[in-house]
Each structure stands twice: as C-alpha cells, then as structure tokens.
C-alpha cells in the first residue's frame, strides 16, 4: 500500500547579505505563508525581513512506514540543496513528516469516505 507522506523542513536563513535579503524580499509573493501546498519539488515559504526562518513543504509517497523518515532527510536535503543553488546560507535545518494514512478524518471526510464507499 503507498503511503502519502507529508514533510515539512524548517530552518533559518544565516546572514544573508543586503543583496541576498533584497533578492528573497523581492521574490516573497511567490513565497507567501498566506498560500503554502505539498509538492514534490516542495514549497518554500517564508515572511523577510520579519522572521529569519523559512518552511519547505514536501509531498512524497513511501511504500513502507519504515521508509518515512528516510524521506524526511531527503527532504531536508532537497531544501539544502535548493538554497545552496541559489548562495543563500542556512542553519538548523529539522523536519517532521506526517503519513497521511494515520491522520484521523474529520466529520466532513468520513462524509466524502463514505460517498466513496
């Protein structure tokens, strides 16, 4: 059975030049807290020159629950490697992953569930 796994990466932007800060405030729109998904390629979110800090949101798919946290530190690698790309520094990179599967639904799932069923 796959498994729809969920992983967000936080970490902290490490002192970012004017320009580097200037750049990200400038590409902010496209990074809105207000609007954040799960996608393969993962979503980075973040709210400059307020807070430091950054998310990227993951969507992966596992096979086996023992694979969950092997994609959590592909995730996390995944979000090194994008800011390495692009020169930005970063710090204090964690993730947590959620397996979709285990996430109790709500009266309004069980409801859609049940159309399916």
């Known amino acids: 059975m796959s498994r729809t796994v969920r992983v967000t990466v936080r970490g902290a932007f490490d002192k ?6 200037a750049e990200l405030v400038a590409e902010q729109e496209q990074h809105t ?5 799960y996608t ?15 998310t990227f949101r993951f ?3 596992a096979q ?9 530190l ?10 390495a790309q692009r020169g930005y520094p970063v710090k204090n ?15 309004r799932g069980r409801r859609e569930a049940d159309k399916r069923a």
């Open 40 to 54: 393969a390629d993962g979503y980075l979110a973040y709210d400059l020159p307020g807070r430091p800090f950054f």
């Open 93 to 107: 990179l964690t993730s947590q992953s959620v397996d979709m599967s285990e996430v109790p639904l709500g009266k």
């Open 59 to 61: 969507l992966a798919e």
């Open 33 to 37: 807290l207000h609007h954040t998904e």
């Open 16 to 21: 970012l030049s004017a320009g580097q800060q």
């Open 74 to 83: 592909e995730a996390e690698e995944k979000a090194a490697a994008w800011m």
């Open 64 to 72: 086996q629950e023992d694979e969950i946290p092997l994609l959590a």
